[in-house]
């Protein structure tokens, strides 16, 4: 595909480029990221902590930000640009025009066990040693990849994907468009036991576990349902792999939610909150709108509407740095104190 082509199809997010007629137009076969990028591929950069890779990359072309020096960089090197606002979402776009994700023919696998009341939407692939069982209700255009396994009263979306071995427990709601990857489960009984003075109690679980459009789930996670009522999801929120999200809780639209994340009973979070990875949430701890959670933190107490926390447990950002900057002082601070104290003890 020539440079040109790709050009054409990102219409009006290109500000400004550097092909004219006395430029070449180089052929591209591929993306790279730009310290792994050869010829005949495509790579980007997003500011200007990148610019020395634009004078060592062997890429034959470049998305930019709108960057002059760069621009000019990437000139000076017969490098064809491009610039926009924003390069990583434009790269985004430009891998999906050389990879399309495997997408499985419509069909039901004979060994798929399918049971009589399920209702199966249409242009749906349900793979090999599939188990749905009763009452469950499958959108069109699904795709349920191999040894999944979905049990009674379970509604699954529109165009929904259902990578291999995944778990989808009962009366689970999964919308349109969500993507649960391998290993994941969905849906599982919430750890609910009640101490008495000979052992604990069962809780039965008898609430469920709902997921609104475009939601995205990764590998190995775990979404329990609750004793009653529901956990939620919200749409356009993207799981990552590793993380346990416990009974009860309602997560917003937009969140991020990166690896080994772990939220306890009934935690809320609001949207577009950000929660980096390993970080560790309370029972019952609410989390506003827009806030972001800093790796590794432990969050026991509520945070409000776009505040960054970090440390555990977790304190305001600006705060955690001067603690941080104090903490790395200690063995000098521990030594002064020493002083002072033999200094007092020889008057």
């Not at 950002?317 to 941080?324: G, I």
């Amino acid at each position: 595909m020539k440079f040109s082509e790709i050009l054409s199809q990102f219409g009006d997010t290109v500000t400004a480029h550097s092909l004219t007629d006395q430029n070449h137009d180089p052929e591209i076969t591929g993306v790279a990221a730009i310290e792994e990028a050869t010829i005949g591929t495509l790579s980007y950069v997003e500011g200007g902590k990148f610019a020395a890779w634009v004078e060592k990359t062997k890429a034959s072309a470049l998305i930019l930000p709108q960057d002059q020096k760069l621009q000019m960089q990437a000139q000076a090197q017969n490098i064809a640009w491009l610039a926009t606002a924003e390069p990583r979402l434009l790269f985004a776009k430009a891998i999906a025009l050389f990879y399309q994700p495997y997408q499985p023919q419509a069909e039901i696998h004979p060994t798929a066990v399918i049971h009589p009341t399920a209702k199966i939407g249409s242009d749906v692939y349900v793979g090999p040693y599939v188990v749905i069982q009763s009452g469950v209700e499958i959108g069109n255009g699904a795709i349920i990849h191999p040894h999944v396994v979905i049990y009674p009263d379970t509604k699954i979306g529109d165009r929904t994907t259902l990578h291999a071995n995944c778990t989808i427990h009962e009366r689970t709601r999964i919308g349109a468009d969500c993507v649960i990857h391998s290993g994941a489960v969905i849906g599982a009984e919430g750890f609910g036991f009640v101490p008495t003075r000979t052992g604990w109690v069962k809780m039965e679980q008898s609430g469920c576990t709902v997921l609104e459009d475009r939601v995205e789930v990764g590998c190995n996670t775990a979404i329990d349902r609750p004793a009653v009522g529901e956990t939620r999801v919200g749409h356009d929120t993207k799981i990552d792999n590793l993380v346990q999200i416990g009974h009860g809780c309602q997560i917003g639209a937009g969140c991020a939610i990166a690896g080994q994340a772990g939220m306890a009973g009934g935690v809320r979070i609001g949207n577009r909150v950000t929660l980096a990875g390993q970080t560790g949430i309370a029972n019952q701890v609410k989390i506003g709108d827009g806030a972001i959670v800093s790796a590794q933190a432990g969050v026991h107490n509520d945070v409000a509407p776009k505040e960054i926390v970090s440390g555990s447990p977790a304190i305001p950002y600006k705060l955690y740095l001067k603690v941080a900057a104090v903490y790395s002082r200690l063995p000098e601070i521990y030594k002064i104190l020493k002083q002072l104290q033999r200094q007092e003890q020889n008057k």
